[in-house]
């Protein structure tokens, strides 16, 4: 299994932007973080990139449940979402697979 999952849409780079928070907003998450990477490449080291924001995502209710569960989970919080503009054409949304992230911490409470 991948550690991420992904899927790529014909929509211009802000409407899929758009598209993923209103997603998000559906299933209950909240974006509480968003890095603009190529802002922040070109400011920071002057180097062009394409269209790549990272938004971090949280569902409050599942992070409540997985922070007492296992107290260190938070370093895995928030979700980050990915919406980068594709150098072959179109945009592709990833994020993390939560499957195998949570695998990874060993705990059968949060698989």
Do not use: W
Not at 11 to 39: K, N
């Amino acid at each position: 299994m991948s550690y991420y999952i992904a899927c790529k849409t014909a929509l211009p780079f802000e409407a899929a932007l758009a598209r993923v928070r209103e997603t998000l907003a559906a299933e209950g998450f909240g974006v509480l973080t968003e890095i603009d990477v190529s802002a922040t490449l070109k400011t920071k080291i002057g180097a062009e990139f394409r269209p790549y924001r990272i938004l971090g995502a949280c569902n409050p209710t599942l992070a409540h449940r997985a922070l007492q569960t296992e107290p260190h989970i938070g370093t895995m919080l928030p979700c980050n979402v990915i919406v980068q503009e594709m150098p072959g054409g179109g945009v592709e949304v990833a994020a993390i697979n939560p499957v195998e992230s949570m695998r990874s911490v060993g705990s059968t409470a949060l698989a």
